[in-house]
């Protein structure tokens, strides 16, 4: 069984440039988490999608960054425009339900110059 | 923000040797999660314990969580170079959803031959 998988694996971009990140959940699993791990400390919670409804999105910062999961099954988290400090690694998750195991993908590591 | 913090942030051990890694987390917690990170991987979801266990068993793994204390620790027994790895401790709140994992810091382990 294929297991989560995220493209690109890697990016540089210069700032002020858009960005896209894409992410293929696990079949099945409902439940899609994006979440950005700075250098050195955990990943951190963006957003959860219960299928295609963003249920907790109280960590994404709406003003550059915007997440769709329009068929309940891929996903794609954008950010527009990108900033210095968005340099890090952007990881999804999948799950089968709320409360389930999360399984990670390889994560996009951005480097914005 | 993170809700809990891995002691200690660094481990360096032979092979061979035991590796104990300890969390420690801030709210009341409905389970606490173990995942291992290689360089440059994803997590992989090791185990979970309830709020209502004080002790699990996943092969060589061994897991404490003494909620009094708000802590945990994991137990790597008879370490292999590849168990070289950060690892993180997450927690599921006991209110709210649970699926709202808030992860610690890391313990970065380093097994050498």
């Known amino acids: 069984e294929a297991g989560v998988v995220q493209s690109p694996r890697y990016k540089i971009i210069e700032k002020k440039q858009p960005v896209a990140f894409w992410c293929n959940p696990i079949s099945g699993h409902n439940t899609l988490y994006w979440y950005l791990q700075n250098l050195g400390q955990g990943p951190e919670l963006l957003i959860r999608y219960e299928n295609e409804e963003a249920v907790d999105d109280s960590q994404l910062p709406k003003d550059r960054f915007s997440a769709e999961r329009l068929k309940g099954v891929d996903s794609t988290l954008k950010i527009q425009p990108a900033e210095l400090g968005d340099s890090a690694v952007y990881l999804c998750?999948?799950?089968?339900?709320?409360?389930?195991?999360?399984?990670f993908g390889p994560g996009t590591r951005l480097l914005v110059l | 923000s993170q809700q809990g913090e891995e002691d200690p942030q660094a481990l360096s051990i032979q092979e061979g040797e035991n590796a104990t890694m300890n969390c420690s987390y801030k709210?009341?917690?409905?389970?606490l999660q173990w995942y291992r990170q290689n360089s440059g991987r994803g997590l992989v979801h090791l185990i979970l314990?309830?709020?209502?266990?004080r002790e699990k068993h996943s092969g060589r793994l061994r897991v404490t969580l003494d909620t009094s204390k708000k802590s945990s620790s994991l137990l790597i027994t008879a370490s292999r170079a590849a168990d070289t790895a950060s690892y993180f401790c997450a927690t599921s709140p006991s209110t709210g959803t649970a699926s709202k994992l808030t992860f610690g810091t890391g313990t970065r382990l380093q097994v050498t031959l």
């Open positions: 709210t009341s917690i409905n389970n």
């Open positions: 314990i309830r709020s209502n266990e």
């Open positions: 998750a999948s799950s089968l339900g709320p409360g389930e195991t999360q399984y």
